[in-house]
């Protein structure tokens, strides 16, 4: 189970080039995709789930040719997009045996079972007979996902899942989500570091449409073992610092400004080494672009 | 009040100085020339001017389909942009009063609105230079009326607008139900429009009031106007004007002060929250992971399975637009309106009620047709927009399932709506016919061919959906189809409406004869076209709905060129094979329709018409005062071959030539030939033939031209062929053929029926204007001529009319005989005594009802299940005949009669040789419980016998003030008759009917209103005034020295001229009255 993404770029009609040249593999799991808001991950999310054509380059998974036959991708596709609605006045019940009707389950049997199990899994299965509508965001999410678990999918697509949801539910999320790359190639694009971090096996660094790194998460923390050091220090110095080290990102804590460094040594006294996060990594790529 | 000026100013500038703003200004120009355009051919007069005041009004009221789009689109944003942006979250906290923000935004639409609006002015003002007609059209600037329609129509109506769309987005929070508001205010706008043009004046103030635009009122303002009025005359606020302007400044005051009240922030800001629906979860639902494994289950993509989803889909799809209250509240409401007309207007015409016949049940499809159209349409794009609406479109588009389930399964459900909807108004028109006790004559067959097929009704709601899908495929926007659509939609009817359009082979859906079905015909020769016209659009539109698969963007940006490659294969391969022959179909019916209709089918437009009748006065007008022999005795063998188009016919004709002539000249209809003309035995030798014309001259053999009577043999046919687009070809139609004598055989010498009688119209070809349509009293050589017959005195002859099983036939004269010769009935007619030559012959299905009424017998020539009337115009002949006698003498009715309904396609009323021809609209499906309806049967016999006997009696001359002898002598003695036998106020009735019509139709006279005195053959005098006129002289001589006066006044030998009988009336006149009478009779002074 194999996705191959080759030389994949697109250019929108306002001129920004929202994919560069893209090459991925991407094996069975859970695979994380982390970027700015507008580095191109939602393209290449619709891209691969046969919503928007390339400029230029080739999907292939497994072996089908995902841009000459996107039906065939169709079929063992799970989408979740980063915004979807429902139809009002619809049930969750009645939506999710909707789709599996259209994902070709069409014994009403087999339909019924893997509704109620996923409404389950979901833990929606109490509210299934609510409308849409009155749905929380959370709720609504988790019913996103059922809907895209629908039909056993061999590739699962997971757009910005977290985002805009409260802390509990997003544990919940990822509650959820750690089940899913046992039998399928999962990915997962999202802009929040600890997404990857908690869920994903491998990943990529997205940026201005281009990848800027690929790899697993531990190593690419592990790469950056001794060199990561951070201080506080008083905001209008921050001029002074930036000037002096490779300061990668900056963060407020209890009121006092801390800065972290990128540094081969131990820069003065004042620093502390920090342990490396992917976070920091991630920061590194974008200090570095 | 610095707020609510800088509110203003900000959102105008950003408005005003757009690409946008301009585009629509240029385009408001441009759409009040083409406007004017269509309003000016409403006014016929040749003194009307283009840039008329009353055009301006017009204009100014209805302001155009294009202000109201632009009203629809731009005014809700105004107040909407920050909930559609999602920028209300800070915009709203900033320091300003929510109702200093309404006040603001509020008249910010409505200043926009008016300086967009003040385009129409432009486009006034350039209507001179725009090259829509010569300078002569154009007068002096009305710089008044300019400004002063516009402040007393526009404004008002843009305040309105932004109040009701301002209100429903107040009261709502959402954008669309102001579209809807704009939509509903225009549908209304439509009914009331089309009821007051087809109901006449029965509920003229209900239809006044209910056009919040006041285009009725000033439509109806305009006709009351002279000529000279219309150029130059400031509306009066006052009267239903004043009424429908204050009613609707009060209802959009009324409407901006509610919004004002309701509007708040913290209010509006909650636009698309609703928090009562919101689940709570309860606390056992803490999340945890079920370790539930799903369900194996297989899946399957088999063409099977798709069908029956599609099945699935479109059931689905249908319950869910069925199924909410909001559907039932609708269609409710529809059914309600429906009944509504067809129990108030659909049963009434010019005479008064009829009965509730399936037809009568039917025809709201003509107003409501449009509406449920027009809301189907939009249906349907919001449907196939469901999934980007509700922003479901990235989970449904990635789904495995071919694009064709998922929209045919929308467009099958909209399909199913449309059925559904046309089902429930054939129940609520049977419904109404049973109410109103029409259970016995209901006509399931009607309530189909109309309701069910595509004379708006379900197929054309299927044509107009397919075309809202392709649209929608090809746009991608729903805002962006639903304007395109509905827009072409609007564009087309009121294209068709004003006559700017007459073609229709761009009008999609449309079909030849929609309106015009006929008791006694059904739909005649527009069946067949229709047929063929709406295949023509079913390819079409199967080619749209095909294409529509094939270019539907299932996800977002995709390529045009993925979308429009063979590869595509949302549509597969089979299927665009089958999309390619259905446009090859469409081509090939195109193509099959214009040679039929337009080649071969002889469809001429209106203004290449008004050019051959042009042309031909130009040409040949010298032929009217050259000698021509005249009919003198005609044996007619002619054979109806209806289902066959066709006619045979062989005559034996002889011509009177006294003056001795060299050439004859024979005027052909279209579609007629002549096989053999033979003079005195002799094949003629043709001189001179000009086809575009019909207009054959032939030798006259040297040896004949100088003998007094000429034998004429003739044997031709008239063979319809080819389709029609608007022509009923009445004359020989499947059933209640009818016409006159003279569509078959020539018109001999010059055909002054084609002259062009509209000075204006006469202008535009190059021809002098007229005086009078007729000739001067003195004109000697008018004088020797027969008003009915410039080709003919006085005629005698046999008539054998012949046609196929089943129907009868029926001619001028006396009916000797009726017999079935090879499965064909045949009627032998003779008229020996001479009479004008204005017969008329046809044939249906009659069923004949015989009677005498003292010694004169007559028959009655009926639909056979027209039986509603025929006892009441029985008892009118028999009363009508005593009538007759008492005060023409004896014999004044020829001892043999016949009366025939016939289709109602051409004129009202025929009279010729012993036959009164009466249209089926003419009281023969009339309610006639009412006084008025009876007395209008009364007044139709009454006249039609007086008609008969100045026909015998009275030989007019064709001059000025020959129809107060041929139209209103009969029509005021048939006042008498219902005076005498039904009382004073059955003949008041009638008088205010015909009151209201001259004063109605005085106003669109199209040259110059002429004296009852040197009356020229105008439609609406001499029938009405110079009617009421008469019968009101009579009652001021007496009726006995009427009569007498009348009577010596035929005796002479000379052709009688009507002023000579005025005279002779006018000495009768007691003096105190003679001033009074001179005043009706020599002045154009109204009734």
């Known amino acids: ?289 | 009040m610095k707020t609510i000026l800088s509110i203003i100013k900000n959102e105008l500038k950003q408005r005003l100085f757009s690409w946008v703003t301009l585009i629509f200004f240029v385009m408001l120009v441009f759409q009040m020339i083409w406007y004017t355009e269509g309003s000016f051919k409403y006014f016929t007069n040749e003194g009307v001017l283009m840039n008329a005041s009353s055009i301006f009004y017009r204009n100014y009221a209805g302001m155009g389909m294009l202000m109201i789009i632009i009203i629809a689109i731009a005014t809700g944003s105004v107040l909407y942009k920050e909930i559609q942006y999602k920028s209300a979250q800070w915009t709203y906290a900033l320091p300003i009063s929510d109702k200093q923000f309404f006040i603001g935004r509020f008249l910010t639409a409505f200043l926009y609105l008016v300086i967009l609006s003040t385009a129409m002015i432009v486009g006034n003002l350039l209507l001179p230079y725009s090259g829509i007609g010569g300078a002569n059209r154009f007068g002096p600037v009305q710089w008044g009326p300019l400004f002063h329609g516009w402040i007393m129509f526009t404004i008002p109506n843009l305040f309105f607008y932004v109040s009701i769309v301002f209100f429903s987005i107040v009261f709502t929070r959402r954008i669309a139900t102001s579209y809807l508001a704009v939509f509903l205010v225009v549908i209304i706008f439509l009914i009331a429009q089309t009821s007051y043009e087809t109901g006449g004046g029965d509920n003229l103030i209900a239809y006044i009031l209910a056009d919040s635009g006041g285009y009725v009122s000033a439509q109806h303002y305009t006709e009351l106007l002279t000529p000279i009025q219309k150029n130059t005359a400031y509306f009066k606020l006052s009267g239903y004007v004043l009424q429908n302007r204050l009613l609707w400044l009060g209802i959009a005051l009324l409407l901006a002060m509610v919004s004002y009240f309701k509007f708040s922030f913290k209010y509006f800001i909650q636009a698309g929250v609703d928090k009562s629906k919101k689940i709570k979860e309860t606390k056992n639902s803490v999340f945890t992971v079920p370790s539930i494994k799903l369900p194996e289950a297989i899946k399957q993509f088999r063409i099977s399975d798709f069908l029956k989803k599609l099945w699935s889909l479109s059931k689905l799809e249908f319950m869910n637009i069925v199924r909410p209250t909001s559907f039932k509240i609708i269609l409710g409401i529809i059914l309600l309106m429906v009944f509504m007309q067809n129990v108030t207007w659909n049963a009434t015409y010019y005479i008064g009620n009829e009965l509730p016949i399936s037809s009568n049940m039917t025809y709201f499809r003509m107003q409501w047709g449009v509406f449920v159209n027009m809301l189907i349409m939009i249906w349907a794009g919001e449907l196939f927009f469901k999934d980007k609406t509700v922003n479901i479109w990235q989970i449904t588009d990635s789904l495995p399932i071919p694009m064709w389930v998922v929209q045919l399964s929308r467009l099958v459900a909209i399909i199913g709506l449309s059925f559904v909807l046309s089902i429930s108004f054939i129940f609520i028109s049977i419904f109404t016919q049973i109410l109103l006790g029409g259970a016995s004559y209901i006509d399931l067959e009607r309530f189909v061919e109309d309701l069910l097929l595509y004379r708006w009704a379900f197929l054309n709601f299927v044509l107009w959906v397919s075309l809202v899908f392709f649209v929608a495929s090809l746009t991608s926007q729903r805002i962006l189809t639903h304007i395109l659509c509905v827009g072409f939609f609007i564009f087309l009817i009121i294209s068709y409406e004003m006559g700017l359009i007459e073609d229709l082979r761009v009008g999609y859906g449309f079909t030849p004869g929609v309106e015009d079905y006929s008791e006694v015909s059904g739909y005649g020769i527009f069946q067949q076209s229709a047929n063929w016209f709406f295949s023509l659009w079913l390819a079409l539109a199967i080619t749209l709905v095909m294409a529509g698969i094939w270019l539907w963007k299932r996800g977002s940006e995709k390529k045009w060129s993925n979308r429009l490659s063979f590869k595509n294969i949302q549509l597969g391969t089979i299927s665009k094979f089958a999309m390619v022959v259905f446009f090859g179909l469409f081509l090939f019916l195109m193509s099959f329709i214009n040679k039929n209709v337009y080649d071969i089918g002889n469809f001429t437009p209106e203004a290449e018409e008004e050019r051959l009748d042009a042309e031909y006065e130009k040409a040949y007008k010298y032929l009217e005062t050259k000698s021509q022999p005249k009919y003198e005795t005609i044996d007619l063998a002619l054979d109806f071959f209806p289902s066959k188009r066709r006619a045979n016919f062989s005559a034996d004709i002889t011509l009177n030539n006294e003056k001795g002539v060299d050439t004859l000249f024979f005027n052909t209809k279209d579609f007629a030939q002549m096989t053999t003309i033979k003079l005195n035995g002799q094949e003629l030798k043709v001189v001179k033939k000009n086809e575009a014309q019909n207009l054959t001259a032939y030798l006259v053999p040297h040896e004949i031209q100088k003998d007094s009577l000429l034998q004429l043999t003739l044997q031709g046919n008239k063979q319809y062929i080819g389709l029609v687009q608007s022509d009923f070809q009445a004359d020989i139609t499947y059933k209640g053929s009818f016409g006159s004598i003279q569509d078959f055989l020539p018109v001999i010498g010059y055909d002054s029926d084609k002259e062009l009688q509209e000075n204006r119209k006469r202008q535009e070809q190059g021809l002098h204007r007229l005086d009078s349509r007729m000739a001067n009293i003195d004109d000697s050589f008018a004088l020797t001529q027969n008003v009915f017959s410039t080709d003919a005195n006085l005629v005698k002859g046999n008539l054998t009319i012949s046609t196929e099983s089943g129907q009868i036939p029926f001619t001028a004269g006396v009916l000797q005989k009726t017999e079935t010769v090879d499965g064909r009935t045949v009627a032998h007619y003779t008229i020996d005594s001479p009479q004008v030559f204005n017969w008329h012959l046809g044939s249906s299905d009659y069923n004949v009802a015989k009677d005498s009424a003292n010694k004169v017998a007559y028959s009655i020539l009926h639909k056979p299940s027209h039986m509603f009337n025929v006892a009441l115009y029985k008892e009118a002949i028999t009363k009508g005949v005593y009538f007759m006698e008492t005060h023409f003498g004896q014999k004044a009715v020829n001892n043999k009669l016949q009366l025939v309904e016939i289709h109602r396609w051409q004129d009202a009323k025929y009279t010729f040789a012993n036959t009164i021809a009466l249209s089926e609209k003419e009281g023969w499906v009339a309610n006639t419980e009412g006084l008025q309806e009876k007395a209008y049967i009364y007044q139709t016999i009454g006249s039609g016998l007086t008609s008969l006997w100045v026909q015998k009696n009275v030989s007019i001359a064709n001059v000025q003030g020959a129809d107060m002898l041929v139209l209103a002598l009969p029509e005021a003695m048939g006042l008498q008759f219902v005076k005498e036998n039904l009382g004073k106020k059955a003949a008041e009735l009638l008088i205010e009917k015909k009151t209201d019509k001259y004063a109605k139709d005085k106003n669109n006279e199209p040259n110059t209103e002429p004296t009852l005195l040197f009356s020229d053959g105008t439609d609406y005098l001499e029938e009405n005034k110079g009617a009421i006129k008469l019968y009101e002289l009579i009652g001021i001589i007496g009726k006995a020295t009427f009569m007498e006066t009348l009577k010596s006044s035929v005796k002479s030998d000379k052709p009688l001229i009507f002023k000579n009988l005025y005279f002779n009336l006018l000495r009768q006149v007691p003096r105190a009255k003679q001033k009074e009478v001179k005043e009706w009779f020599e002045t154009v002074k109204p009734i």
Do not use: W
């Open chain 1, 1 to 289: 189970m194999k996705l191959e993404i080759k030389n994949l770029s697109k250019t929108y009609s306002n001129g920004v080039k929202a994919l560069q040249d893209v090459s991925l593999t991407i094996e069975k799991g859970m695979f994380g995709l982390l970027g700015q808001n507008g580095a191109g991950k939602s393209t290449l999310m619709r891209t691969i789930s046969t919503l928007q054509d390339p400029d230029s380059g080739q999907i292939n998974f497994n072996d089908i040719n995902v841009l000459k036959k996107p039906e065939d991708l169709r079929k063992v596709l799970g989408y979740l997009p980063q915004e979807f609605g429902v139809y009002p006045n619809v049930t969750a019940d009645e939506l999710l045996t909707h789709i599996a009707d259209m994902k070709g389950i069409v014994n009403k049997g087999e339909r019924k079972d893997t509704v109620e199990a996923l409404l389950q899994k979901v833990n929606l299965y109490d509210v299934r007979d609510k409308k849409l509508d009155g749905y929380s965001g959370g709720m609504k999410q988790r019913f996103g996902i059922a809907q895209a678990l629908l039909g056993n999918p061999e590739l699962i697509i997971v757009d910005e899942p977290t985002a805009g949801l409260d802390p509990m539910e997003r544990n919940r999320f990822y509650n959820l989500l750690s089940e899913l790359g046992e039998d399928a190639v999962v990915i997962l694009s999202t802009h929040i570091v600890e997404d990857v971090s908690t869920l994903c096996t491998d990943m990529a660094i997205i940026g201005n449409g281009k990848v800027m790194l690929t790899g697993k998460p531990n190593e690419i923390e592990e790469a950056m073992r001794g060199k990561i050091y951070e201080v506080p220090i008083d905001r209008n110095k921050l001029t002074e610092y930036q000037e002096k080290y490779n300061v990668i990102s900056q963060r407020f804590f209890a009121g006092k400004l801390m800065i972290t460094v990128l540094a081969d040594e131990l820069p003065d006294g004042k620093f502390d080494t920090k342990k490396p996060s992917l976070e920091d990594a991630y920061f590194k790529i974008l200090s570095e672009n």
